[in-house]
Structures are given as structure tokens and as C-alpha cells.
């Protein structure tokens, strides 16, 4: 289900803009924000994203991640501004539902569904062939664990966690290059949630909103942090370390604070 080599970003979307050849010679960004407005949320909002990149969003009010994160997806309009993702500037791009996705707290899908039945619609919904589906829904089923008895009975039954686990499966059906992830898998074990997010793919670039950032050690490379609708810092998820400041709220604001006033921790390099 994921390519995590060979010549082109991924076996789905072998027409993409960051094909290995290209990558070394425009080095694109994966997702690119110019002045992004959306009422008293968005603020004249720019942030680029490189490709490959593991970028988590906290943001003071919490909303204003999961809202950054839906426009990119497409799913809330914008009142002015231009977004470029995956190499494609409108949700209605052909081929977009192969190189986005995205899943939020609620996975939306129709609970009296089983699971073999989700991936499979989410397969049909991105045009792959019946066979392709098949071999896709199959080693998805083995990734996320989902037992051959649970996967083919009502998701109702497993509760949320088998809701959620599904649909993050679903999501990388289409082996997506860019996922957008708002406060993902919740109700899943610690432990095993890790595991989930923990996704293949040294070239697929993700974007994590967390209102609870502690609980995303060893998932993401770099951190994003949105003060009233703007962006106030990028910085490695090393920074905080270095500064001796905790991956939670009141450190990644710190953070901020600090190199707004110039000043950087021994050995960390601004970003």
C-alpha cells in the first residue's frame, strides 16, 4: 500500500510534481500558504511545508489548527488567500484525491458498514481497479490489525477505536502524498496509536494538529506553532530540548518568545 522507494513519490500518483528526478533539482514544497483569511481564524496565514517533512500544529486558540487543516483539505472556503498542495492549487485537480487526504477526529463513514466494505468504497471513490482495490484493502486490513472477523462485521460493533482505525486505513488507500491529520485516533490505545502514526513513507509529507502536543514524542520531526491566526514559529522538535523547554503548550510558546527576541539555545539553529 506504500511506496517507501523507487522513482517516483508514490506507486499511485507516478505523475507527481516531486518525482524523484525532480526532487533534486526543485526541491518543492509540498504545501505552500500565502495570506490565508477565514473570518477571525486564519489571519494572513502563510506557511510552506517541504516535501517529506513531519510537521505537528499547535496553535493558542486550539481551533485554529484543525480549521488550517480542513482548508488545506478542501472542506472550509477560504475569504482570500492561495494554497498550493500536492502540486495542485483547487481540490477539484484531477488526481487530487490520490495525493491529499485527510482524517479528523470523526472519520465520517456510515458505521453500519463493515470495514472491508469503507476501504473498498474509499478505493472505488479514487477510480483504482477492482484488482488494485483488492490487493489494497488486504494489506490494509493486516497494517492497521484488524481481525478477519471484526473486519467484516458492522464498525457500530468495535465502538470508536475500530472507527478510527479504519479510517486512517482508508485514508492511505489512495497512497496519499500529503495527510492531514486532526487530532487522529484518540480513542486507540497509547501504545498502539504510536504504531498507527508511526507512517511509512520517507517522502509522504504529514501535517499533525494536537492539542496535546506531549503525546506526540516520536512522531514529528518539526513543530508549527499559530497565534491568533499567523504563524509565530517553525523550529525542530529539538529546539525545545535545547532550550530545556517541555513539547507541551506552554513550551512551544517559550520557544517562540525566545527567537522572536533573539535568542536561540547552544547548538540549536533557527529555522
Partial sequence: MVATGGASLTSSTPDALWSAPLLRVLRPAAVSCTGLRRGRELDELSLSVPHGARLLLVSDPDATASTLLRVLAGLSRLDRGEIQIAGSRSATAAGWGRRVAYLGPDPGMHTWMTPIEALHLAGELLELAPDEIARRVERAVAWARIPSDVASRPMRRGGEPLQQRTGLAAALIGDPEVLLLDEPLRALEARERMRLLKLPGRRRTIMLASRYPASEVGLMAHVAYL?????????????????????????????????????????????
Fill in 227 to 271: 497565534r491568533e491566526g499567523r504563524v509565530e514559529l517553525i523550529a525542530p522538535i529539538g529546539a525545545l530540548e535545547r532550550a530545556q523547554l517541555p513539547l507541551s503548550h506552554r513550551g512551544i510558546a517559550a520557544l517562540a518568545e525566545m527567537r522572536a527576541a533573539g535568542v536561540v539555545a547552544r547548538g540549536a539553529a533557527p529555522a
